[in-house]
């Protein structure tokens, strides 16, 4: 994808600029906020906040944060980051230390210039004050490097999308990673654990991905493909290989929750 | 096909923008670098599109990577290729709630706003046979001096990674109001409570044909394939119908 944002990226890093030189927390973000209504998607009632993970402190919450869970930004600044795990159901908890650890190990293992800001997007459900479900997207983007270039500050964006899809608790939690230096975009495999990037597959390997997901065997593929079942199997290994699944059930599994396949 | 420097030259003229905000013109080659720089969590294609002359000004060359339709295409005036990759059991269910939702707001007024964002979410299925979860988005950019939309946007976010195996199907259509950041009309249609058996793309190529009263033979010609073959992905496709 050609398309990048590298602009708006550099207008938040002449933002983060300005509030380092006064002391971060003076970003009363009008700026920040005129920003954001502009360009940062219209999917549904959003806030934001900019957390620091070196403290495990939001550096700055959205005053109108209250319209997303019911708590008033001063709570999030007296408890931080830690207070938003208290809004994920019991179910979830383990759903979602795994992928925000696979969220924070995989942007980790990036190289500074691909890491500063890539966005993790996290789908979740959560709990309002008044104990309604309701379903939250949350795209974190790495503003800050440390000083070994790992994740410091990051931009998160928080957005109720409950019109976009139910929040039913069977749901778990879902993970895609996005770099805008390369155009990259990853999707969270939870029988893995891991991230995998789909277009490396060639047009070939996705076919026999797909007629995998139908529950076919080798056979039955090389025959609708018209090549011969070792072929399939070549394919399936380099699949295998590419996407660091153990074995096509792990792979299929992924591929039906992410409904790349019919 | 338009002219790339009719293109450029219309690129750089200066639109009255959403007048009830701003006095100042704004480029359309402006309004295509903030597009660039927008923040979204799904790779995604965008298309410029005057409303007055209905021509499309500009399209981002991610189309071809998301939808594998080249751009140049669209401005040769292929529009419709943007609706026909829609998935072909959802779309005149999609069409028709479109028209008619498209409609109501138009009656009301709602798409001469300002800042008002209509999103329309539906399934479309690319050559190679990959379905995406497509959430379409319109919104009007610029408007003419009285105040009827001139330049409008629509994106095309790729959001297949939010959705899993799903057993209904159900479009919908919503309004997000940038000014008061909320959902400001929802609606929403059930396509189907249970997805058929979908075919493959070459049993597709295979059924079009029989609907254009070829002969086993006359289509074995045509894709290039044994009679044998043909007879298979009849006996297939034949047998998913009767499942459906």
């Known amino acids: 994808m050609p398309d990048s944002n590298a602009e708006i990226m550099e207008k938040y890093e002449e933002l983060f600029e300005t509030g380092k030189r006064r002391g971060i927390k003076d970003i009363t973000s009008d700026q920040l906020r005129e920003l954001l209504k502009r360009y940062s998607g219209g999917f549904g009632t959003f806030s934001y906040t900019i957390m620091d993970f070196s403290s495990a402190e939001f550096l700055h919450v959205a005053e109108d944060i209250d319209q997303i869970w019911g708590y008033p930004a001063e709570s999030f600044l007296e408890h931080g980051i830690q207070f938003l795990f208290n809004f994920f159901p019991e179910e979830h908890h ?98 893995t654990e891991s991230m995998i990037n789909l277009d490396i597959l060639t047009d070939r390997e996705r076919d026999i991905l797909q007629l995998s997901a139908r529950d076919k065997t080798a056979s039955e593929i090389a025959d609708e493909l018209y090549i011969s079942p070792y072929t399939v199997q070549t394919h399936r290994a380099n699949i295998l290989k590419k996407t660091g699944c153990k074995n096509m059930a792990e792979l299929v599994y992924f591929s039906k929750y992410h409904f790349l396949t019919h | 096909m338009k002219k790339e420097h009719d293109i450029e030259q219309y690129r750089t003229r200066n639109f009255h923008p959403s007048g009830l905000l701003h006095e100042e013109g704004i480029s359309l080659a402006q309004l295509i670098e903030n597009e660039r720089n927008s923040i979204l969590p799904s790779p995604y294609f965008f298309v410029f599109y005057d409303y007055q002359l209905s021509e499309t000004l500009y399209v981002s060359s991610s189309v071809e990577h998301l939808y594998g339709i080249n751009k140049h295409v669209i401005y040769g005036g292929e529009e419709h290729l943007l609706v026909e990759i829609i998935l072909r059991d959802e779309q005149p269910a999609v069409k028709s709630f479109v028209t008619e939702v498209w409609d109501d707001h138009y009656h009301r007024g709602e798409i001469y706003l300002t800042d ?50 799903e057993k209904e199907r159900i479009v919908k259509f919503y309004m997000y109001n940038r000014q008061t950041n909320k959902i400001e009309y929802f609606a929403e249609k059930l396509v189907f409570k249970h997805a058929p058996p979908r075919l493959t793309s070459r049993e597709d190529q295979v059924q079009h044909l029989i609907n254009h009263g070829f002969t086993s033979n006359q289509i074995a010609g045509k894709l290039d394939i044994s009679v044998e073959t043909v007879k298979t992905h009849r006996k297939n496709i034949k047998a998913k119908k009767a499942d459906a």
């Open chain 2, 116 to 165: 008002r964002v209509f999103t329309v979410e539906y399934r479309v299925q690319r050559s190679n046979g990959d379905i995406l979860h497509i959430m379409h988005q319109n919104e009007v950019l610029s408007f003419t001096k009285k105040n009827l939309p001139k330049i409008t946007i629509a994106r095309f976010l790729d959001m297949s990674w939010l959705f899993g195996d």
């Open chain 1, 94 to 191: 383990d759903a979602h230390f795994k992928i925000s650890t696979a969220a924070w190990t995989y942007g980790n293992s990036l190289p500074p210039e691909k890491l500063l800001y890539s966005t993790a997007n996290f789908d979740n459900i959560n709990r309002r004050k008044n104990g309604d479900l309701f379903r939250i997207l949350t795209r974190q983007i790495t503003v800050r490097l440390d000083g070994d270039g790992k994740i410091w500050l990051t931009l998160a964006i928080f957005t109720d999308i409950s019109h976009i899809k139910e929040p039913e608790i069977k749901d778990e939690p879902r993970l895609s990673y996005y770099i805008p230096k390369t155009g990259e975009f990853l999707i969270y495999n939870p029988s």
